[in-house]
Nanobody
Framework: QVQLVESGGGLVQAGDSLRLSCTAS????????MGWFRQAPGKEREFVAA????????YYADSVKGRFTISRDNAKNAVYLQMNSLKPEETDVYYC?????????????????WGQGTQVTVSS
């Protein structure tokens, strides 16, 4: 059974940085694309960033380009999201997701496994 566990969320001020981590277990992590999404109450889950199996292909939502960086360490079965210059409107639950495919997608429906989420709160 695939398990994804996020960590690193918290309460920060606008302009601060956070680094989210997601560790995976239950299958060969290095073979699959990974993504980060976020969701506010009452809203749809929103794509943030994605990375393919090798880290050679990376995608970002336009709203986070230049501020967020996704990376992965296949030796540690982990994917990371470095978030800089955070904004209050980015207060959300952030989710890690895994696809059963080497390449990632920008849509939540393309992912088979999800973590439980980690809360990020950005105060103004």
């Amino acid at each position: 059974q695939v398990q994804l566990v996020e960590s690193g969320g918290g309460l920060v001020q606008a302009g601060d940085s956070l680094r989210l981590s997601c560790t995976a277990s239950g299958r060969t992590f290095s073979s699959y694309g990974m993504g980060w999404f976020r969701q506010a109450p009452g809203k749809e889950r929103e794509f943030v960033a994605a990375i393919n199996w090798s880290g050679g292909s990376i995608y970002y939502a336009d709203s986070v380009k230049g501020r967020f960086t996704i990376s992965r360490d296949n030796a540690k079965n982990a994917v990371y999201l470095q978030m800089n210059s955070l904004k209050p409107e980015e207060t959300d639950v952030y989710y890690c997701a895994s696809r059963s495919h080497a390449e990632p997608r920008r849509t939540a429906t393309g992912y088979d496994y999800w973590g439980q989420g980690t809360q990020v709160t950005v105060s103004s």
